[in-house]
């Protein structure tokens, strides 16, 4: 669309003043979580509201990192998101596969089965979970919340998964079997090589997504030494809701693994919106 | 060397049938062309022989052997696709060589036949290079030494040549023919330029609407189509179709022109080039409506009153103008003669 | 998989569509779906059936000797229950609030970034961060940027005259629904933007030429061209959002919990609160299937309007 070269000199300064705004009202946040983090203790209630801090330390994190459980937290939350990517990449590759190349019978029945999966309230799972669970003797325990982590990640990572595949030709898995490959030998060779970018989107994607969950390990967790990081940090909340300083920096770390996953998956953010429809 | 017969072949997907009662032989070292309009299952029919679809009733036997069940991988069949089905991650040798790195021969025995297809499609310089950056013509070399490479008891080919342009195409058939007499393998070719059924097949397999309507060589078809599909599908131009009825001492055109004929005709139908130009009150009234001069030949447009559109090749120049009265005489003998159903039927001269 | 050689099928029989390719062909996509399908039935689809059953179930786990077959029991009290009903009406404010300001602001992005300008790329990736940050995360900061004594949002609401004094809102019943609202909106901007974008991007450019060869305005480009191309997908984007809107308690549990007073209680962060504060799953399974019901309602409703939209 060409129509900005012949708006008028103002329409163009409005422009950027709005899209300047919606920086400023993205990062506006992340900037004061940061802010405040990197304000000495002394500084919070004189510094508090004010734009810049007037000192700058690191002391906040030093103390988050070194004085506090969180290192735990943050290691059991790598290894819930890392542990859900992956094992939801791995089973909606396949599943988004078997949709992209193969029309069968029920296949619009177990779509509906994921859309369904997708509409309900979560919550109403909740208790049911819980109680199948505590009968399972696994409370507390990374692997219960890698395991439905996975199921609820699945539906949507599948759709993903299969508008990768949709976006190979099919000519190519055939032009491998006609070269000798059985089917194994076709995906592995041909398909696998150009779904790399897909699948490392959707890893991002589910990553992104088990991160972030809160109510489950709430729910399921409620030990100390498994707490993911979101549970770890509403106790830390609860518990020491005066230091302002070191639950910000708490939060900035949080932040960084999300920060990392989004540069990764950035370039895929409309296909994984798009396929995922109902998935925020 | 293959030979294939697909005996009864019937294909459908879920409730509609899009193939029917295919029986064909195909000879060790022919060359098949499979023709026929968009849509009537030439496509689905080559890849059933290739594998890739399952066959819903009927057989399909090479060399004897029944193939039904048998995955394309054994089937040692090599495949051309329309869309070239390079693989876009690999380099040209290495999708040249493809087929031989999947049966584990080691890097020095596969470069000999890799570099043997370059050379003889004149991809030397580009082995190292990515399908991405070649051109259009280069890609289809690319799929064909792919094949070669592969050295398989046949060779399908679906419609390689229709994504390049008019001259590289003309280039690619002769380069195709080429191929084939000097591998002297089984070919299957699909494809829905007539030209090109005509320019390279041994026999041509004209298909509509999942049957077949006639198996023959191109004069076969040429000189005697089976049918009024046929006889329009194949040859260039089109053959011209008028309706006729009978009459006492055999057929009338609808502007009372008296034809000889078997009564049962109700249309006869006759290709330009057997159609001469008269003076006006000869043969056929007509009015000349355009004329297409091509150097060689002229195609004369003309409207019979009454009747419709006929077309008449003439050789050279004529020095007629559009707005012209002629007399249009056919050769009798090329005259052909289509029942009610369309089915052709013996006439005068043979 | 078909791992057949071709020596025992060498018997020249006539195939039928019951030969051993086609049942594998048939087999095939199971297997590759079964894990998903497996794992969905017994982590989603079970529990959601314990999960209504339990709604007709006295069942509290600090109460273990009164658990059994209540009938509707749970469902009558869920009548009389006044916090059942603010949930109800706060679900409603919540999600058309949410939806609306997040859609606006969307669609406004959207065009915006619809049009090339320099540095694109970069305004792109930092307009859509928010989409990335943790839900926890965001109500955490967003309930500390409403905090007078940490945050600033106060004192500039004091300063332009939105409030009287610099307080936190989330602690008058009266406005306190805002506060998550605002960090939802915050949250999802970014969703309605790039989707919109996507779908503004699916638009041929070819017809805002002919427009403006035909002398069209950039607002009559939008109304005449823009609108009527994306109304049925946005209308279905919308709707769909809303659902997942409805569903979404994360902002308001962490900001406010649902108080203060119940003015922030939605029915799925008081099925929350009743499952995890008092243990009654009973209950919180009797409010889930109302919301369920509601959600259906509402879905039957969409599929009604989509069937209408989808004609053009
Ligand atoms: N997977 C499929 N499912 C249903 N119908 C199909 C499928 N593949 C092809 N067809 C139908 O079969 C017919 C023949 O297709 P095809 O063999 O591709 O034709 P062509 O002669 O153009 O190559 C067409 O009418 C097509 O619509
Ligand atoms: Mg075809």
Wanted: glycine share 8%; aromatic share 10%; charged share 15%.
């Amino acid at each position: 669309m060409a129509a900005l070269r012949r708006t008028p000199p103002l329409a163009v300064v409005g422009t950027y003043l709005a899209i300047l705004a919606y920086v400023a009202f993205a990062l506006f946040p992340l900037y004061w979580l940061l802010k405040i983090a990197l304000t000495p203790e002394r500084l919070i209630y004189s510094d508090g509201t004010a734009l810049w801090p007037s000192a700058l330390t690191l002391e906040n994190f030093r103390a988050v990192l070194f004085a506090t459980d969180f290192l735990a937290y943050f290691r059991n939350s790598v290894i819930v998101s890392l542990g859900t990517a992956a094992a939801t990449a791995l089973i909606a590759a396949a599943a988004g596969y078997a949709f992209s190349r193969f029309a069968f019978r029920g296949k619009r029945l177990v779509i509906a089965l994921m859309l369904v999966t997708q509409m309900f309230p979560l919550l109403m799972i909740i208790a049911p979970i819980y109680k199948i669970v505590a009968a399972l003797g696994l409370l507390n325990s990374l692997t219960s919340l890698i395991i439905v982590y996975t199921a609820f990640n699945i539906p949507f990572a599948t759709f993903l998964m299969q508008s990768f595949f949709d976006g190979i030709p099919k000519d190519l898995e055939e032009a491998a079997m006609m070269d000798g490959c059985t089917r194994l030998q076709a995906l592995r060779k041909v398909i696998l090589p150009l779904t790399l970018p897909g699948l490392g989107a959707t890893l991002g994607f589910v990553f992104t997504a088990a991160w972030s969950e809160l109510f489950f390990a709430l729910m399921l967790i409620r030990s100390d030494d498994t707490m993911t990081f979101p549970v770890g940090l509403l106790s830390f909340v609860s518990k020491f809701s005066v230091d302002w300083g070191q639950m910000m920096a708490a939060g900035v770390l949080a932040l960084v693994p999300s920060c990392l996953f989004f540069a990764f998956i950035q370039r895929y953010l409309v296909q994984g919106l798009t396929s995922g429809a109902v998935k925020g | 060397m293959a030979e294939m017969e697909l005996r009864d072949v019937r294909k459908s997907y879920g409730g509609t049938e899009v193939l029917r009662n295919i029986d064909l032989r195909i000879g060790d070292g022919e060359f098949v062309v499979l023709v026929g309009p968009s849509g009537c299952g030439k496509s689905t029919l080559l890849r059933m022989i290739a594998g890739l679809e399952s066959i819903t009733g009927g057989a399909l036997l090479i060399d004897g052997a029944e193939m039904t069940d048998v995955p394309p991988r054994a089937r040692d069949i090599a495949m051309v696709f329309q869309s070239y089905a390079l693989y876009p991650h690999m380099s040209v040798a290495r999708n040249m060589g493809f087929s031989m790195e999947i049966r584990r021969r080691p890097e020095t025995e596969r470069r000999g036949p890799v570099d043997a297809a370059a050379r003889t499609l004149g991809l030397g310089s580009f082995l190292d290079r990515l399908p991405r950056a070649l051109s259009g013509g280069q890609r289809q070399r690319v799929a064909m030494g792919r094949a070669i490479v592969r050295d398989p008891k046949a060779f399908l080919f679906d419609e390689p040549l229709s994504n390049l342009d008019a001259a590289l195409r003309a280039e690619m058939r002769l380069e195709i023919a080429r191929l084939h007499q000097r591998l002297g393998t089984t070919m299957v070719y699909v494809t829905h330029d007539q030209v090109e059924a005509m320019t390279l097949a041994d026999r041509i397999v004209v298909l509509n609407g999942g049957d077949i309507q006639q198996v023959g060589t191109p004069i076969e078809l040429y000189e005697r189509p089976a049918n009024r599909f046929v006889a329009t599908f194949i040859g260039s131009p089109t053959m011209n179709v008028l309706e006729v009825a009978p009459s006492r001492d055999g057929l009338r055109l609808a502007d009372g022109t008296p034809l000889p004929g078997p009564g049962t005709a109700r249309h006869i139908g006759i290709r330009p080039e057997h159609i001469a130009l008269a003076k006006p009150g000869e043969g056929i009234a007509a009015t000349v409506e355009v004329i297409e001069r091509l150097g060689s030949d002229s195609n004369v447009h003309c409207e019979i009153p009454g009747v419709g559109p006929i077309l008449a090749r003439i050789r050279g120049n004529p020095d007629i103008r559009p707005g012209a009265s002629v007399g249009l005489v056919p050769e009798k003998d090329h005259l052909h003669y289509f029942d009610a159903s369309g089915t052709a039927l013996p006439g005068m001269a043979m | 998989m078909t791992t057949l050689s071709g020596n025992d099928t060498a018997s020249g029989i006539p195939r039928t569509r019951f030969g051993r390719a086609y049942l594998a062909y048939a087999v095939e996509p199971w297997l590759y779906l079964s894990p998903a399908i497996l794992l969905l039935i017994f982590v989603m689809l079970i529990p959601l059936g314990i999960g209504i059953s339990y709604s007709v179930q006295s069942i509290n786990l600090l109460r273990p000797f009164e658990t059994g077959y209540v009938g509707l029991e749970n469902f009558e009290a869920l009548g009389e229950d006044a916090r059942f009903w603010t949930a109800l009406v706060n679900t409603f404010w919540w999600t058309f609030g949410s939806v609306t300001l997040q859609f606006f602001l969307g669609l406004g992005l959207a065009l915006l970034l619809s049009r090339p300008f320099h540095g694109k790329r970069i305004v792109q990736a930092l307009v859509f961060l928010p989409w990335a940050v943790p839900t926890f995360l965001i109500a955490l900061t967003f309930s500390w940027l409403l905090n007078p004594v940490i945050g600033p949002l106060p004192h500039w609401g004091a300063a332009v005259g939105l409030l009287e004094e610099p307080y936190n809102i989330l602690s008058d019943p009266g406005t306190a629904m805002w506060g998550p609202i605002l960090a939802n909106v915050w949250y999802g901007v970014p969703f309605f933007a790039i989707t919109l974008l996507a779908a503004l991007q699916s638009i041929p450019g070819e017809l805002y030429e002919a427009a403006e060869i035909d002398g069209a305005s950039a607002w009559q480009c939008f109304t005449k061209i823009t609108l009527p191309f994306l109304g049925p997908m946005i209308a279905i984007t919308i709707m769909l959002r809303a659902i997942w809107i409805a569903n979404f308690a994360d902002l308001i549990y962490v900001m406010t919990g649902g108080g203060p007073a119940n003015s922030t209680q939605i029915l799925s962060s008081y099925i929350f609160t009743t499952a995890f504060r008092r243990l009654d799953f009973g209950y919180a399974s009797a409010i889930a299937v109302a919301l369920l019901g509601v959600l259906l309602v509402y879905a039957v409703i969409l599929l009604f309007v989509r069937a209408r939209l989808v004609k053009f």
